[in-house]
């Protein structure tokens, strides 16, 4: 029975073991963490947010933001002019937490996400007909096939992609 | 002095004869040994009943707010607010609730109308033309969230009108599609 016990014990160890070095290994392998957003502003989210997902700072760099802050009564077509207390807050906080890689050497700032070198390659796998998928609709409607757009968590565990 | 023995004239400001003959029938039954009713002043001070109307009344007003958030604005004032503006113009009849559904269903610049998003039943849920985000109803009968702030409604009518229209709308416009709006019922 002692025996039995000991074991018992022995066999559990190595379980464990080879449990957390599996573990570590799937860590290791998930760069998850950059797909997921947690930097909040209510005056973003919901001004951002009414017409379209509210896109994450971290997917443009500041000077990206600055442009489209600037340019909000012909906002990708359309006017989406804000208040100056507003503006200035949402700028403040997308400059904050814009991305701060390296990104693409031009003169002009980009200002579509879907333009971005870290955008094209993260999505190279998508065949083009999903792009043209109506449910898709467009590249910018993150939330298509980002079923947790909305919370600011892009991670490839949550893509839906729509039949 | 126990509370009951001055009823007649503590708390007769709004009583009438008869409510007096009820409370003297009470007080007499009160004053049987066996009914001897509680006193609450002596127990609690004389401000317990002053601190429980306020609790109270606190309560109330919690309670009030939770179930009724408080908007800036109804729909009737924001319309009066136009209707303010819209005066200035000469010629100004008021405003009809027919041209309002006319113009907010008629295609104007770029083949878009009011309706392309918010949809020909305003009581529904629309949904953006461009992006495909859904809009809740416009109608105030459908989302008691609708036109109750002044300034959401300025931001709103200046950023869609200016797609839709290619220019900013007239008071009279405005007031003309509210108009329609409140004669649109709940689904």
Redesign the interface.
Known sequence: MALDFTNFVRVFAVAMLLMAAAMSVAYADDDDDDYKFNVNNATWKSECG????AYPPGLLPAESWRAIMSGL?RH????????AASADEITAFLEKNADTGKHELSDKPLLRITETRRFKSEHSEVAARHWKNPGV??R??CG?CHTTADSGDFSEDNVKIPR | MPWHMGAGRGCSGHSTNLLNGVRDKFIFDAELPIHKPLNVTSIFGETWMLRAISVFGLLITAAGLLVNPAYAETPVEVLAVLKTEASATPGFQGFSAARGESFFKTKHSHDLSCSSCHTDNPAAQGKHAETDKLIKPLAPAANSERFTDMKKVAKWFKRNCNDVLDRECTPQEKGDVLAYLLTVPKN
């Open positions: 009414a017409c379209h997902v009564a990708f077509g359309s006017d989406a002019s804000l208040d609709k467009s910018a409607n298509a």
